[in-house]
């Protein structure tokens, strides 16, 4: 599996995107890029995911380089609530539910 | 529709003793996992069902876990007898197909 790297903790001001990186430098061709959250006390929450074009849904934005090499999860309007530990996590697409979690970043939405 | 449901929330036992936690996964998935985190460390996937069967147990830690999955719905992770670095919180999580993973709320074990 490629690793990941991500910065161990970032603060964004409320009403602010909030852009996080992701550095996953020996990702293979078919290996998928995925995001997932854990708000305290909760289970850890599927944001988005992509292999080669940028996506989109309602909670967030995926962005990936061309080389594949780094993304980037962009939160357009954080709030309060997106306050959480994120991770960037690469898996291949006939791995089945097997994810490996980093230690993720902990992002700390301000007023 | 309903959340993957974890029961209990929440078990304090005693080292030697048994304790068996309990998955409903989101009706319809065929996808049914387990994974945990143990104080201080990272979420660590445990195995993957796909309706009854096992197909990945390669994170089950040792033999005092066992996990059910009987009539491809709800499943059960037992660990026998628990020790103290069984501590931690139990995640259940289903999907219908492998990727986007719905996961509980989980089951905090605490072996003291």
């Known amino acids: 599996d490629a690793k990941t790297t991500q910065p161990t903790s970032m603060d964004c001001a409320e009403g602010r995107a909030a852009n996080l990186p992701c550095n996953h430098s020996t990702i293979s061709g078919n290996e998928y890029v995925y995001w997932y959250r854990q708000i305290h006390s909760q289970g850890p929450q599927y944001i988005i995911h992509?292999?080669?074009n940028n996506e989109t849904n309602e909670m967030a934005s995926l962005i990936i380089t061309e080389d594949r090499k780094s993304s980037t999860l962009i939160l357009p309007h954080a709030t309060l609530r997106d306050t959480a530990v994120y991770y960037c996590?690469?898996?291949?697409?006939?791995?089945?539910?097997?994810?490996?979690f980093g230690q993720g970043t902990e992002l700390s939405v301000k007023p | 529709e309903a959340g993957v449901t974890q029961f209990p929330s929440h078990s304090v036992i005693e080292k030697g003793q048994t304790v068996t936690l309990r998955c409903d996964p989101i009706s319809g998935h065929d996808n049914l996992y387990w994974y945990r985190r143990v104080m201080g460390k990272e979420i660590k996937f445990l195995l993957h069902?796909?309706?009854?069967?096992?197909?990945?147990e390669s994170g089950m830690p040792n033999n005092r876990f066992l996990a059910e999955r009987t009539g491809g719905t709800y499943s059960t992770l037992k660990v026998q007898p628990a020790e103290l670095e069984d501590s931690g919180v139990y995640f259940c999580?289903?999907?219908?197909?492998?990727?986007?993973?719905?996961f509980g709320s989980g089951t905090r074990l605490t072996v003291v």
């Open positions: 996590i690469v898996r291949l697409e006939n791995q089945g539910g097997k994810l490996i």
């Open positions: 999580a289903s999907s219908q197909e492998p990727g986007a993973l719905t």
């Open positions: 992509g292999l080669k």
């Open positions: 069902f796909v309706k009854e069967s096992k197909q990945d």
